[in-house]
């Protein structure tokens, strides 16, 4: 009965505190047209909202600062002595003759000045990146295609063929929060999926976050703690995450601003 349906599916939402719409399909083996019906249905019941590409308990959204995603222009503010440190520190960390990805978010441009004298490729979909980058002309970089996502300043698609023809050693990416439990973490969809597909891909992943974003959560996972290779950051992170740091062989990288 649809009534059975719609209580299981609430209280999955409330355990899991989000849900995407595609795994709601999938877990109740329904379409997705079934999902947004139930969807619309449990949300008048006053305990779950609406997100990017999904839905979750309005508790989670009002316990967590970074359930909403601020325009990246406001983000760039934030932080911005600790960013530019971050940037300097993981770019100290690239090989020579490597082939790295640089994500979008407010943190990874501030790599940028500090590899203009280093032989390395640059593959990317942020546009923040490419601006920066420009300023480099013997800089070269390989820019992903897709759809302008206006909230990352990046360009995402569904699939970016690209992806399978470059073999890229390090990945330094961004997260909107980052925690022992739920991992490195952001709150858009098409980016959810580009940057699970490029971890799924490559096992040298470095995070770039300030301290702020610890101990945090958004909506999307996209890299598992234990996935992490590295994590770069400005301040030395609390005991619990130090200890699974530890457990998990992760490097940390702190800059001490």
Known sequence: MRSDRLNQMEALILNNGTATLYDLAKHFDI???????DISALIQRGHIRKVYGGVSSIEALDSQPFATLLPLA???EMHAEEKNAIGELAASLVEEDSVIFLDSGSTVPHMIPHLARKNVRIVTHSLSVLVEAAKYPGMKVLALGGLLNHATNSLVDEVNSALHTVRIHTLFMAATALSVEWGA???TYAEYRLKS???GQNHNVFILADSSKLGRNATYCYCPFPQIRGIITDRTPPEGMLR???ENDIELHCTGV
């Open 185 to 187: 973490s952001n709150n």
């Open 31 to 37: 379409s997705l047209n079934t999902v947004r019906r």
């Open 244 to 246: 699974a740091i530890r």
């Open 74 to 76: 406001k983000r760039a």
């Open 197 to 199: 597909e490029l971890v």
